[in-house]
C-alpha cells in the first residue's frame, strides 16, 4: 500500500515490519522523529516491544548492545552528536559481533552547532566496524532497514543505514509499505547461536590476551569481507520478493559514460537531473550513487571505472588535512588498477548548504574542461 | 546456611584479583545469594578487568561485559530481553566498583534507577581508581593518600555520599552490606532478589594495596568500619523507610585508621577532625532512622 510519509517515518515502518523487539533511544535533531513514532508505535500495541527511553545516546547503544546480546532483535537511532557519544560502544557492538542495526539521520558535527545535513558524522565512524548503508529515497530507507536485520544477523556485524538529515529525513515521499506477511517471509525471527542465558552460561567480552586479540579481528575482518556478497544476496531476494532492489552502488547513464560523477546519499537526485541535460547536449557523462561505503566495494569499483577517464567525487564531509573522505577511500582502491580514472576531488554541502543543479552544473564544468585535477579537493559553496 | 548450600559456587578460582582483596569476597557471596539463575552485567575496574582470560574464566553464571560508563544501560537491555521472552525468573545483577558508580558510571545509573529498572546493581566501594593503580575517586575518604593525592595534596573533599543520591531516586529497595557480616550481607542480596524495581546494594571492599594494609586484616577492617560507624549496615526502602542492621560498638575511628598506610600522612588534630566528621554523620543518619534491629 502506498503511503505518503517522511523518511524518518519510513524507517519506523521499517522497524515495525521487522518486529524489533528491544528498542533504547536519546533524541537528536534531525533523528527525532523516528523514536517519536517508534514510542507511539509501541504505546499503541502495533508493536510489540520494550522501548527504553535512556539518557545519552552512549547509553542508548550500551543498552541495545546487551538486549542483542541476550538473544533480542535491537534497533537504535541517532544523529551526529549522538553517533559521536555512542563510539566507544559502537566499537563494543561490533567487537561482540552484535547484530545492532541503527538509522544515523546525517547531521554536520559542531563546533559552530549546525543540526543541518552532512555525511562526516557517520563517514568518521568508519573504522567501528559497522557496515553503513547510505540511502537516497524515503522508500530505499525502508527497505534498506528490513534488508539491514538480515544482513546484520548473517553476518553478525552491526549495521548502520544512513538518511539525510533534513533532505530525506523530513521530506514527504509516496512509499510503498510492503504487507507484514511478506516482510515475515524475507526476514525469519532473530534465533542467535549464542546468548546470554542461564540454561548454557558464557562469558561475554572478557579479556583477550595481545596473542589472541588479533584472531577475533581477522574473523571480523572476514565476515566483513564477506558481507559484500551477503549484501547483494538480500538485496536480489528482496527485489524478488518487493520489486525493488539497489545494490552495492547505482549506476545512470553510465553506459558509455567517460566521466562519472560518483556521491552518496540525497545529492544523487539532483544530479541525476543535471546528469540527464548533459546527456541531451551530447556529453558522455553518467552517475554512480555509492550505497555501500563500508566494507567499501573496492574491486566493483575498479570493474565499472575500468577504462573511464575521469571521475569526480562529491563528498558531504571533509577530513581535515585530508580531504574528502570518499574520494580518499576511492583513490586508494583504484591504485592498484591497470586503467584508472583521473580522479577529481569535490567538497559541497557541508553544514547543511543546498547542492543545486548548479552546484553539480560546476562540478562537471571543471571536470570536463580540466585534462588533470587540481592536486587539492575544490571547494564549493565558500564565502568569498 | 547449610554445608550444601556452600557447594553453590559461582566464582571459582583463577581470578587475578590481588592477595586479600575483599572484591572477590563481595563477588562470592552475592553469586552465592543470588543463584545460578542470574545474568551479571560487568565492567572495567577490578572486577571486570582480572576476572578471567580468554578462553577461561571464574565465572560460572552468564556474565555481560560492557565498558565503563555503561552497566545501568547494559543491565536494562538484558533486563528488556528477558522481559519480552517471557522470562522473568532470571535476575539481572550490575556490578561495578566505586570508579564505575560515583564517576564515570553514575548518569546510567541514575537513569535505570529513574526508570525504575527491574535489576540489582552491586557497587563494590574499594574508595579509588585501584585498577589503575590507586587514583582517587569521589569514593576516596578525607584525607587519603592516593597516586594523584600525594602527601603534600591529600585528599580535601569529603567521601560522595552515594547512598543519600541512591535514596533520593526513591528506588525500592538500598543497603549497604559488608563481608565482615556475610548473613546480614546475603540476606540482602535475597531480599533484593524478591523485591521488584531498581535495587542498590553497596558493598564495602577494603583493598590492601590501595589502602597500605596488611593483606590479613582485610576482614578486621571491614568490621571496625561498621564498629567505628565509618560504614553503618542500614537499608532503606522505598526512599523513606530506614532500617539500622547493626548497633556500632563506637570505636575509635583511629583503630580503623592506624593500620592503614593511606592515612599515615594525617597532620595533628586530624584523626579528630575524621572522628567529628563520623560522630555528625551519624547522627544526621540516625535522625532518619525509623527503626533499629538489633
Known amino acids: 500500500m502506498k503511503k505518503l510519509m517522511t523518511g524518518n517515518s519510513a524507517v519506523s515502518h521499517g522497524v515495525m515490519l521487522s518486529r524489533v523487539e528491544v528498542i533504547s533511544a536519546y533524541p537528536i535533531t534531525p533523528q527525532t522523529t523516528i523514536v517519536e513514532e517508534l514510542s507511539e508505535i509501541c504505546a499503541d500495541g502495533r508493536m510489540k516491544a520494550k522501548f527504553i527511553r535512556v539518557e545519552s545516546e552512549h547509553s542508548a547503544m550500551a543498552c541495545v548492545a546487551a538486549a542483542s546480546a541476550t538473544g533480542a532483535r535491537v534497533f537504535t537511532a541517532t544523529s551526529s552528536h549522538g553517533l559521536a557519544y555512542m563510539h566507544e560502544m559502537l566499537h563494543w557492538a561490533s567487537g561482540t559481533r552484535l547484530p545492532v542495526v541503527m538509522v544515523n539521520a546525517n547531521r554536520t558535527l559542531g563546533s559552530p ?57 523530513h521530506t514527504a515521499e509516496p512509499v510503498d509499505v510492503p504487507d507484514q506477511d511478506m516482510v515475515d517471509r524475507f526476514l525469519p525471527p532473530f534465533r542467535p547461536r549464542y546468548k546470554l542465558t542461564t540454561e548454557d552460561p558464557h562469558t561475554f567480552n572478557i579479556m583477550a590476551d595481545p596473542s589472541l586479540f588479533i584472531s577475533f579481528r581477522h574473523e571480523a575482518q572476514k565476515a566483513m569481507e564477506g558481507s559484500k556478497k551477503v549484501v547483494r544476496r538480500v538485496d536480489g531476494e528482496y527485489k524478488s520478493l518487493f520489486g525493488r532492489g539497489y545494490g552495492l552502488f547505482e549506476k545512470f547513464r553510465c553506459n558509455d559514460a567517460e566521466v562519472i560523477l560518483l556521491t552518496m546519499g540525497t545529492a544523487a537526485s539532483t544530479a541525476r537531473e543535471v546528469i540527464e541535460a548533459y546527456r541531451q547536449r551530447g556529453k558522455k557523462v553518467g552517475l554512480c550513487r555509492l550505497r555501500m561505503f563500508r566494507p567499501f566495494p573496492a574491486e566493483e569499483l575498479i570493474k565499472f571505472l575500468n577504462g573511464r577517464k575521469k571521475v569526480a567525487v562529491l563528498d558531504r564531509d571533509n577530513s581535515l588535512g585530508a580531504g574528502g573522505i570518499v574520494a580518499q577511500e576511492l583513490k586508494a582502491a583504484l591504485y592498484p588498477a591497470a586503467r584508472k580514472p583521473k580522479v577529481f576531488e569535490f567538497i559541497a554541502g557541508l553544514g547543511g548548504q543546498d547542492i543545486t543543479p548548479e552546484t553539480i552544473q560546476g562540478i562537471i564544468e571543471i571536470t570536463l574542461n580540466n585534462s588533470a585535477p587540481a592536486g587539492v579537493p575544490i571547494w564549493m559553496g565558500v564565502q568569498k | 546456611m547449610n554445608a550444601k548450600e556452600l557447594l553453590d559456587e559461582y566464582l571459582g578460582s583463577g581470578h587475578g584479583c590481588c592477595p586479600g582483596c575483599a572484591m572477590p569476597i563481595v563477588m562470592r557471596t552475592a553469586f552465592h545469594a543470588l543463584g545460578e539463575n542470574t545474568i551479571a552485567v560487568i565492567t572495567a575496574g577490578c572486577f571486570g578487568t582480572i576476572s578471567g582470560t580468554f578462553p577461561t574464566s571464574p565465572i560460572k553464571l552468564a556474565t555481560y561485559n560492557t565498558p565503563f560508563a555503561s552497566v545501568g544501560a547494559a543491565a536494562s537491555g538484558v533486563r528488556a530481553a528477558l522481559d519480552m521472552k517471557g522470562d522473568t525468573k532470571t535476575a539481572v545483577l550490575g556490578v561495578a566498583g566505586d570508579g564505575g558508580t560515583f564517576d564515570i558510571g553514575i548518569q546510567a545509573l541514575s537513569a535505570a534507577a529513574e526508570r525504575n529498572e527491574d535489576f540489582i546493581y552491586l557497587c563494590y566501594d574499594n574508595e579509588a581508581y585501584m585498577n589503575t593503580g590507586i587514583q582517587r575517586s569521589s569514593a576516596t575518604p578525607w584525607g587519603a593518600w592516593t597516586t594523584t593525592t600525594p602527601p603534600s595534596n591529600l585528599k580535601s573533599q569529603p567521601k560522595k555520599d552515594i547512598v543519600e543520591i541512591m535514596v533520593a531516586h526513591r528506588i525500592a529497595y538500598v543497603a549497604t552490606a559488608s ?102 554523620e551519624w547522627k544526621r543518619l540516625m535522625s532518619r532512622m525509623e527503626r533499629r534491629t538489633l
Open chain 1, 113 to 169: 552547532w549546525n543540526i543541518w545535513c552532512e555525511q562526516g558524522d557517520s563517514l568518521a565512524q568508519r573504522d567501528t566496524g559497522w557496515l553503513q548503508l547510505y540511502c537516497q529515497s524515503a522508500q530505499e530507507a525502508l527497505d534498506t532497514v528490513i534488508q539491514a536485520f538480515r544482513i546484520a544477523e548473517e553476518i553478525l556485524l552491526p549495521v548502520m543505514v544512513l538518511v539525510d538529515g533534513f533532505f530525506l529525513s
Open chain 2, 179 to 280: 563481608i565482615a557480616y556475610p548473613e546480614d550481607f546475603t540476606r540482602k542480596l535475597k531480599k533484593a532478589k524478591e523485591t521488584r524495581g531498581f535495587k542498590f546494594i553497596y558493598a564495602f571492599s577494603p583493598c590492601p594495596v590501595g589502602w597500605r594494609f596488611s593483606s590479613e586484616l582485610t576482614i578486621r577492617l571491614a568490621r571496625l568500619a561498621v564498629q567505628t560507624k565509618i560504614f553503618p549496615l542500614y537499608e532503606v526502602e522505598n526512599g523513606e523507610r530506614y532500617i539500622l542492621n547493626e548497633e556500632p560498638e563506637g570505636i575509635p575511628v583511629s583503630e580503623y585508621l592506624k593500620p592503614q598506610g593511606r592515612f599515615s600522612f594525617l597532620r595533628e588534630g586530624d584523626m579528630e577532625r575524621i572522628q567529628e566528621n563520623v560522630d555528625r
